[in-house]
């Protein structure tokens, strides 16, 4: 088995991120104070570039910029068949838990 790689979009000043360990060894692909401006063209040469190898067994944990988050799991889907795993934070149980992406699923428009 391949081992799993957590890529946390964007590191956040105090906030822990170690919880997320279980899952995977923990990439942050850009730092607590990056920022999109004018142009995504540099954002998404790197996340192209980090990403390139993203699989079923990685997951994706949505942290700072809306932009960076967007794009990072739009790549993490396209070279991945359209799928991902996203670590979503439950603040009750104080645990992330894996939501899966599938692009390709097909369903009824009003589900």
Known sequence: MALSTVFITQDAVGRNFLPAKQYGAIKILFPS???VIITATPA???LR???RNFT???YMLLSGDPLIMGVALTM???VNMGRAKVLKWDKHQKTY???QVD???KGE???
């Open 76 to 78: 993490a889907c396209s």
């Open 49 to 51: 570039r980090e990403l």
């Open 97 to 99: 838990y894996d939501v």
């Open 56 to 58: 079923d067994d990685d």
């Open 103 to 105: 692009l390709n699923e």
């Open 44 to 46: 998404i040469r790197k």
């Open 33 to 35: 104070n990056a920022q």
């Open 109 to 111: 428009l009003d589900e």
